[in-house]
């Protein structure tokens, strides 16, 4: 079945950098586009960036363009997601999801949480 | 600040039907299709409603949504103790480039 695991989560201080990854299985990952997703404390959903299946077009919220970068590795099966310039406000629980039909997301990482502060 | 508008909550009784609007412009549910999404708090985000009605497999059908231009809407009939959770709705929009949730709802099962 499809399984999406996320890892790279953790604590850092303001202006750091974390890389957050997501190991894929049980469908073709290199025919998929790929999405990262947050959720900051008592906040609600915040989609953070897009990228197609070959990894040539990017999306991003406007909230992270130019600090972080979405990756991905087709041969093994995974994306990533390198966070730089962090601030507090980036103190998140964040997932990687798979595209699905309609611009929707069918399956999603179990979430990995990222703490911004000194 | 989301593009898309929700309640910030909703509640039944079990058996009862709940409604969840969300309202949005030209540039995303006016020309792209919309999502909903379920949430329970410290778990993944579960697909409920794309392409504005569509259920993926698994979902129950006391899941529904509609949309009639900038606006769209997901009900729950026979509310269930287990429905109750954050629901998001989402779709593509063409301004920002860019993919938007809405405020999010809080369903409670009274």
């Known amino acids: 079945q499809v399984q999406l695991v996320q890892s790279g989560g953790g604590l850092v201080e303001p202006g750091g950098s974390l890389r957050l990854s997501c190991a894929t299985s049980?469908?073709?990952?290199?025919?998929?586009?790929m999405t990262w997703v947050r959720q900051a404390p008592g906040k609600g959903l915040e989609w953070l960036s897009y990228?197609?299946?070959?990894?040539?077009?990017?999306y991003y919220a406007e909230s992270v363009k130019g600090r972080f970068t979405t990756s991905r590795d087709n041969a093994k099966n995974s994306l990533f997601l390198q966070m730089n310039s962090l601030r507090v406000e980036d103190t998140a629980v964040y997932y990687c999801?798979?595209?699905?039909?309609?611009?929707?997301?069918?399956?999603w990482g179990q979430g990995t949480l990222v703490t911004v502060s000194s | 600040q989301s593009v898309l508008t929700q309640p910030p909550s909703a509640s039944g009784t079990p058996g009862q039907r709940v409604t969840i609007s969300c309202f949005g412009s030209?540039?995303?549910?006016?020309?792209?299709?919309v999502n909903w999404y379920q949430h329970l708090p410290g778990t993944a985000p579960k697909l409920l409603i794309y392409?504005?009605?569509q259920r993926p497999s698994g979902v129950p059908d006391r899941f529904s949504g509609s949309k009639s231009g900038t606006s769209a809407s997901l009900a729950i009939s026979g509310l269930q103790s287990e429905d109750e959770a954050d629901y998001y709705c989402?779709?593509?929009?063409?301004?920002?480039?860019?993919?938007?949730f809405g405020t999010g709802t809080k369903v409670t099962v009274l």
């Open positions: 999801a798979k595209d699905g039909y309609g611009l929707s997301f069918d399956s």
């Open positions: 049980g469908f073709d990952f290199s025919d998929h586009y």
């Open positions: 990228i197609s299946s070959r990894g040539t077009t990017i």
């Open positions: 030209s540039s995303n549910i006016g020309s792209n299709t």
């Open positions: 392409s504005d009605k």
């Open positions: 989402a779709a593509w929009d063409d301004s920002l480039i860019g993919y938007v």
